[in-house]
């Protein structure tokens, strides 16, 4: 991790904050605190601000404000809190999402829990009873990287590549899971689906997620998800709840 968050240059008219240099937990609090300061600001010359694992970035019109003013801007409010232990923001919500795990519906879980050390139901336990942190989203609209398991869990990609996993695939890595957005290859070892979408365009608005709100996974049967897939229900079936 870096010692004092980063300000660079990110093109004409982007801005990129960089908190560290390595996905931690402070450094994910810091992105997500932080941007939620700068978009309270509600500076007219800042068009779109969006968190990655670690940083912020911050896209501005220069016909309107100039990079140096709003970089001046930006050093005086990192300078006012330490944003690494910094509160997460309001407006949090939790999703408790049903996930079937095991069998076809996640050919890789005696694989992944073998190597956190685990037997495939106790890997189911463990998993089920994380509160998992939406740490960003990415790679596909509306998918979350949710974290952070436990440190067994800390296990690596697979050395090849699944050609497709279905939409709502939950995989997991590197302390991370993600449960699918849409049909895509992974590196990740699928160890359950769920009938969440984390896009669905039948929505207003269509990406359910923010980053910073949380996910806790409640285990069911197959033919329980099968009839969810089938039947669409608002949310895949997940219920969702104000975070205090």
Known sequence: MTDAPALLPLGPDGLLVRFADRLSEPANRAALAFRADLESAENPGVVETASSLASVLVRFRPD????RALEDEIRTRLAEHDWLRAPLPAGRRLWRVPVAFGGAHGPDLEEASDAAGLAPDAA????????????????????????????????????DVTHQVSRGAVVVAVRQVI??????????RQIGRTAFRGNDPELDPSILLRPGDEMEFLPVGGRVLDRLLEDAPPHGGAERFAIP
Do not use: M
């Open 179 to 188: 449960p699918f957005a849409n049909a895509a290859p992974t590196g990740w």
């Open 124 to 159: 189911v336990e463990d998993i089920c009873a994380a509160r998992l942190r939406v740490l960003a989203l990415g790679f596909s609209p509306g998918q979350p990287y949710l974290g952070f398991l436990p440190e067994h869990w800390d296990i690596p990609r697979k050395g």
């Open 64 to 67: 309107v404000v100039a990079r």
